[in-house]
T-cell receptor, first 114, second 117 residues
Framework: DAGVIQSPRHEVTEMGQEVTLRCKPI?????LFWYRQTMMRGLELLIY????????DSGMPEDRFSAKMPNASFSTLKIQPSEPRDSAVYFC????????????FGPGTRLLVL | AQSVAQPEDQVNVAEGNPLTVKCTYS??????LFWYVQYPNRGLQFLLK????DNLVKGSYGFEAEFNKSQTSFHLKKPSALVSDSALYFC???????????????WGLGTSLAVNP
């Protein structure tokens, strides 16, 4: 298996622009998670899905952030408009139903908002 | 409130020496505990977990962790450290407040392990 795939791996954009991050989970995994990692706040869970349905979005910072999972093999995290404080590494992870919470992480997208 | 604490930001150890990375937790109900490792510019990788059973859990790359219920700790250990073990280590516990199909983990802030040759 190729593991969790994220694109792009690096993104540099200017403040105010829309940013879309993409994730392909491991085939057969029922759960998908979006995390943000910064030096200041560590690893933060933004949102997670079960069978394409959002379960907990309490970690989404504000209305500028949105996430979708239109099917079992694809999810997006969108930031519109982006701000410099959104600069971070964004991870996607997936988990199978019977894994007892073990999560498999993608390589991350490093976002820099200028 | 449920929480995970990794009291050390950084741990330094000489190659060949034993290493310990500390983790304590506070959670309602039975804890599900995890250790993950993050190498530079990579995503997190699962190392090991404690769900139930033997308090000593063995995982990948020769790591093990000991669950201590009375001390609410889950310290990560390795008998002989390698330079290649240098990485960021995260402890996590399942959020037990939410029920149903909850899969949320509560994460520590991470401990940077440096193994010196």
């Amino acid at each position: 298996d190729a593991g969790v795939i994220q694109s792009p791996r690096h993104e540099v954009t200017e403040m105010g622009q829309e940013v879309t991050l993409r994730c392909k989970p491991i085939s057969g995994h029922d759960y998908l998670f979006w995390y943000r990692q910064t030096m200041m706040r560590g690893l933060e869970l933004l949102i997670y899905f079960n069978n394409n349905v959002p379960i907990d979005d309490s970690g989404m910072p504000e209305d500028r952030f949105s996430a979708k999972m239109p099917n079992a093999s694809f999810s997006t995290l969108k930031i519109q408009p982006s701000e410099p404080r959104d600069s971070a590494v964004y991870f996607c992870a997936s988990s199978p139903r019977d894994s007892q919470e073990t999560q498999y992480f993608g390589p991350g997208t490093r976002l820099l908002v200028l | 409130a449920q929480s995970v604490a990794q009291p050390e930001d950084q741990v330094n150890v000489a190659e060949g020496n034993p290493l310990t990375v500390k983790c304590t937790y506070s959670v309602s109900g039975n804890p599900y505990l995890f250790w993950y490792v993050q190498y530079p510019n990579r995503g997190l990788q699962f190392l090991l977990k404690y769900i139930t059973g033997d308090n000593l859990v063995k995982g990948s790359y020769g790591f093990e962790a000991e669950f201590n219920k009375s001390q609410t700790s889950f310290h990560l250990k390795k008998p002989s450290a390698l330079v290649s073990d240098s990485a960021l280590y995260f402890c996590a516990v399942r959020d037990n407040i939410r029920t149903g199909n909850n899969r949320k983990l509560i994460w520590g802030l991470g401990t940077s392990l440096a193994v010196n040759p």
